[in-house]
C-alpha cells in the first residue's frame, strides 16, 4: 500500500530561518504530489502540486518543492521564514489515475517572532 | 477553487447516538469525498461518494457505521452512526474538480462524543 512519511512532526524556527520538511513517500509508479497547509483555526489549503515537468515547483507565499524521483522525496522549502508560517504541513501523494490522495502525518511548525 | 461548506461546524454528542454532517459545494462536482482526522494523526480518506451510485468505502470504513448519501452533484451526507468516544474526530469533506486533479477541501466538522 501507498504510504507517505513526513519524518519532522515538530518544528520550531526563529523569524527569517530557512525551513526544510521532509516528505517521502513508497510507490513505484508515477504520482502527483501536493503539499497542504492548516493555519490554526482555519481548513486545509493547498500549498503547491507536482504533476509533471519541472521538479521544482513554486507555491504560494514563497513556498517552493522539490520532486526528487531517485529519492522518492517532494521536500518543501522556504528560505525565510515568517511567524504567519505557524501552521501545520501535510504531504500528500496520488497515484496517476487514482482518485485517493494519502497523506502523511504532517508537521507542526513553530516560528517564533 | 471551490467553495465547500460543511455542517455542522461541531458538536458534542452522546455515545449511541447519530450524527449527520453535511457538505455542500459552490458548483456541480463529479466526485466528493469523506475523509476523518483522529487527534494528532493524518487524514484518512473513509469514502468517496458519486452522484448516482453507492460510495465507495475504503479499507476499515463500513456503509452500516458511515452512511453516505450523494443526492445531487453538489452536496453529499456522512452520518457517523452509534458513535463511541473513538470516534471523536475532524470530519472534512473534499471535492476534486473536473479537470484540476486537485482536491479542495470543506472546513471541517469537529466531533467529540461523551
Known amino acids: 500500500a501507498q504510504s507517505v512519511s513526513q519524518h519532522n512532526h515538530h518544528v520550531i524556527l526563529s523569524e527569517a530561518a530557512s525551513l526544510e520538511l521532509g516528505c517521502n513517500y513508497s510507490y513505484g509508479g508515477t504520482v502527483n504530489l501536493f503539499w497542504y497547509v492548516q493555519y490554526p483555526g482555519q481548513h486545509l489549503q493547498l500549498l503547491l502540486k507536482y504533476f509533471s515537468g519541472d521538479p521544482l515547483v513554486k507555491g504560494i507565499k514563497g513556498f517552493e518543492a522539490e520532486f526528487i524521483k531517485s529519492k522518492f522525496s517532494f521536500n518543501l522549502r522556504k528560505p525565510s521564514v515568517q511567524w504567519s508560517d505557524t501552521a501545520e504541513y501535510f504531504c500528500?501523494?496520488?497515484?496517476?489515475?487514482?482518485?485517493?490522495?494519502?497523506f502523511g502525518t504532517g508537521t507542526r511548525l513553530l516560528v517564533s517572532p | 477553487s471551490a467553495v465547500i461548506s460543511q455542517k455542522p461546524s461541531r458538536d458534542i454528542c452522546q455515545r449511541g447516538t447519530s450524527l449527520t454532517i453535511q457538505c455542500q459545494v459552490d458548483?456541480?462536482?463529479?466526485?466528493m469525498f469523506w475523509y476523518r482526522q483522529q487527534p494528532g494523526q493524518s487524514l484518512t480518506l473513509i469514502a468517496t461518494?458519486?452522484?448516482?451510485?453507492?460510495?465507495?468505502?475504503e479499507s476499515g470504513f463500513v456503509i452500516d457505521k458511515f452512511p453516505i448519501s450523494r443526492p445531487n452533484l453538489t452536496f453529499s451526507t456522512l452520518t457517523v452512526s452509534n458513535m463511541s468516544p473513538e470516534d471523536s474526530s475532524i470530519y472534512l469533506c473534499s471535492t476534486d474538480r473536473a479537470g484540476q486533479e486537485t482536491q479542495y477541501f470543506g472546513p471541517g466538522t469537529r466531533l467529540l462524543v461523551l
Open positions: 500528500a501523494v496520488r497515484p496517476t489515475g487514482f482518485q485517493k490522495l494519502v
Open positions: 458548483s456541480q462536482v463529479t466526485m
Open positions: 461518494a458519486n452522484q448516482g451510485s453507492e460510495a465507495t468505502y
